[in-house]
């Protein structure tokens, strides 16, 4: 059974900082891209990054570009997101997902082409 389990989340002022995790079982993770997305209310779920299965490539969404960065530990099955000098537009539900045929690339930013889907943590970020 494949989970992906998120964790991090939180209320966090507008400059501030969050280190997302997600720590994956029952996959291979080292042969899967990981992405990370987010979802706010009203909204639909949108990309913010991707890292592919070494960590060598990665991929952001123009949102976050130069705030956050993404990186990955493959002897800890985790993934992780770094949000730095965050916005109240960051407030979203934030998922992580596995998507084993980018695992080279690390740049698809359709939802729909990830296999495994977390719960989501909840970051909040006030003005």
């Known amino acids: 059974q494949v989970q992906l389990v998120e964790s991090g989340g939180g209320l966090v002022q507008a400059g501030g900082s969050l280190r997302l995790s997600c720590v994956a079982s029952?996959?291979?993770?080292?042969?899967?891209?990981m992405g990370w997305f987010r979802q706010a209310p009203g909204k639909e779920r949108e990309f913010v990054a991707a890292?592919?299965?070494?960590?060598?490539?990665?991929n952001f969404a123009d949102s976050v570009k130069g705030r956050c960065a993404i990186s990955r530990d493959n002897a800890k099955n985790t993934v992780y997101l770094q949000m730095n000098s965050l916005k109240p537009e960051d407030t979203a539900v934030y998922y992580c997902?596995?998507?084993?045929?980018?695992?080279?690339?690390?740049?698809?930013?359709?939802?729909?082409?990830?296999?495994?889907w977390g719960q989501g943590t909840q970051v909040t970020v006030s003005s």
């Open positions: 997902a596995g998507d084993r045929s980018s695992r080279y690339f690390g740049s698809r930013t359709d939802s729909s082409g990830y296999d495994y």
């Open positions: 890292i592919n299965w070494n960590g060598g490539r990665t």
């Open positions: 029952g996959l291979p993770f080292s042969s899967y891209a």
